[in-house]
T-cell receptor, first 109, second 116 residues
Framework: GQNIDQPTEMTATEGAIVQINCTYQ??????LFWYQQHAGEAPTFLSY????GLEEKGRFSSFLSRSKGYSYLLLKELQMKDSASYLC??????????FGGGTRVLVKP | DADVTQTPRNRITKTGKRIMLECSQT?????MYWYRQDPGLGLRLIYY???????NKGEISDGYSVSRQAQAKFSLSLESAIPNQTALYFC???????????????FGEGSRLTVL
């Protein structure tokens, strides 16, 4: 089976940086995804890592260490609209995607 | 118009009733999925289909059934709804055939089901 852990909730100030950690245990790792989900809406794709290292996309970056079973999503220059849940998901053998419980980020003025 | 469309968006029903949630997509993707979302539990996979003749159980398939009527349509049925099936249900698609893509999921807008 798979086990994916991420913090339940984080609070940060507008303009600051927040790092959301995700640890996982899985067999047959085949990629890690981050999704953003605003309340009551569908998740939307943010980033994908399959090799170790940092992937940067504007204000958002995602890091992966396969040997440590660890990823983080870094949100820079936080804006109020970044208040949302951030879902870590791991693709393993069989190409199924398993999600963590999600981290709710609250951005305060 | 949404590329992945779910109907109904909201449904209230009673225990024991049969319910069908429908999903259709215009993305031309071969793979389709049904997830349910409960507070604090994230998204859990109910069933998935990699092609029209392919149906697979996910981690929580008990009490549910699916039908892949065409490449673009994937419906989820609750044969006899019970209150703990109250949840937000998402349909998703992905494309396995495009070289170099990540295989990310594209979600519908969700169907909120309440079983009384």
């Amino acid at each position: 089976g798979q086990n994916i852990d991420q913090p339940t909730e984080m609070t940060a100030t507008e303009g600051a940086i927040v790092q959301i950690n995700c640890t996982y245990q899985t067999s047959g790792f085949n990629g890690l995804f981050w999704y953003q989900q605003h309340a009551g809406e569908a998740p939307t794709f943010l980033s994908y890592n399959v090799l170790d290292g940092l992937e940067e996309k504007g204000r958002f970056s995602s890091f992966l260490s396969r040997s440590k079973g660890y990823s983080y999503l870094l949100l820079k220059e936080l804006q109020m609209k970044d208040s949302a849940s951030y879902l870590c998901a791991v693709r393993a053998a069989g190409n199924k995607l398993t999600f963590g419980g999600g981290t709710r980020v609250l951005v305060k003025p | 118009d949404a590329d992945v469309t779910q109907t109904p968006r909201n449904r209230i029903t009673k225990t024991g009733k049969r319910i069908m949630l429908e999903c259709s997509q215009t993305k031309g993707h071969d793979r389709m999925y049904w997830y349910r979302q409960d507070p604090g539990l994230g998204l859990r996979l109910i069933y998935y289909s990699f092609d029209v003749k392919d149906i697979n159980k996910g981690e929580i398939s008990d009490g549910y059934s699916v039908s892949r009527q065409a490449q673009a349509k994937f419906s989820l049925s609750l044969e006899s709804a019970i209150p703990n099936q109250t949840a937000l249900y998402f349909c998703a698609t992905s494309d396995s055939r495009q070289i170099g893509n990540t295989g990310e999921l594209f979600f519908g807008e969700g169907s909120r089901l309440t079983v009384l």
